[in-house]
T-cell receptor, first 114, second 117 residues
């Protein structure tokens, strides 16, 4: 069975500082990993994904994530946080093969303080 | 990428009424669609897998008689919340898998916010 853990409910960071939102996963076979962002009363917005290839994935709005197979992690990062990055972030995983649905982490609320 | 739409985006209804939510794949065919539910400040939980031409598969704990799913065509799945109650108030999101760049990706609808009074 697939699962995702986001160990932090809340991450606070000062504007201009680097940010990291943690994610670890469990899946049978090769993973297909995603990060989504959700603003209040809105749907999911895709940020980035990892399928195969380079472990460092670059996505939308300056975000990037590093796939670490040995640690089964896919942490989301940004070198310099903006107040507008404040939102709810979800990590999700599914097996690369087949037609299985995404399994989501519980979400991490990011608050960037000016 | 492929586009998935949902209608309505927001609905308010009285307790005891039924509400239908539509999920459409606009530019591709989807034999499978997924329905998720998100309670306030919580994660997305998979409710069921909708299969075109056959019965939906429900996750454990989801009442199939309360959440009726019909996947009547290759571009439309509907979720009907029957005899809705305030505890059914939630954000309902559908998704559909589609092959893009040799990989099977999921595309999400914008969600439907249901409020039951």
């Amino acid at each position: 069975a697939q699962s995702v853990a986001q160990p932090e409910d809340q991450v606070n960071v000062a504007e201009g500082n680097p940010l990291t939102v943690k994610c670890t996963y469990s899946v049978s076979g090769n993973p297909y990993l995603f990060w989504y962002v959700q603003y209040p009363n809105r749907g999911l917005q895709f940020l980035l994904k990892y399928i195969t290839g380079d472990n460092l994935v670059k996505g939308s709005y300056g975000f990037e994530a590093e796939f670490n197979k040995s640690q089964t992690s896919f942490h989301l990062k940004k070198p310099s946080a903006l107040v507008s990055d404040s939102a709810l972030y979800f990590c999700a995983v599914r097996a690369l093969s087949g037609n299985t649905p995404l399994v989501f982490g519980k979400g991490t609320r990011l608050s960037v303080i000016a | 990428g492929a586009v998935v739409s949902q209608h309505p985006s927001r609905v308010i209804c009285k307790s005891g009424t039924s509400v239908k939510i539509e999920c459409r794949s606009l530019d591709f065919q989807a034999t499978t669609m997924f329905w998720y539910r998100q309670f306030p400040k919580q994660s997305l939980m998979l409710m069921a897998t909708s299969n075109e031409g056959s019965k939906a598969t429900y996750e454990q704990g989801v009442e199939k008689d309360k959440f009726l799913i019909n996947h009547a065509s290759l571009t439309l799945s509907t979720l009907t919340v029957t005899s809705a109650h305030p505890e059914d108030s939630s954000f309902y999101i559908c998704s559909a898998p589609h092959w893009e760049n040799s990989y099977n990706e999921q595309f999400f609808g914008p969600g439907t916010r249901l409020t039951v009074l």
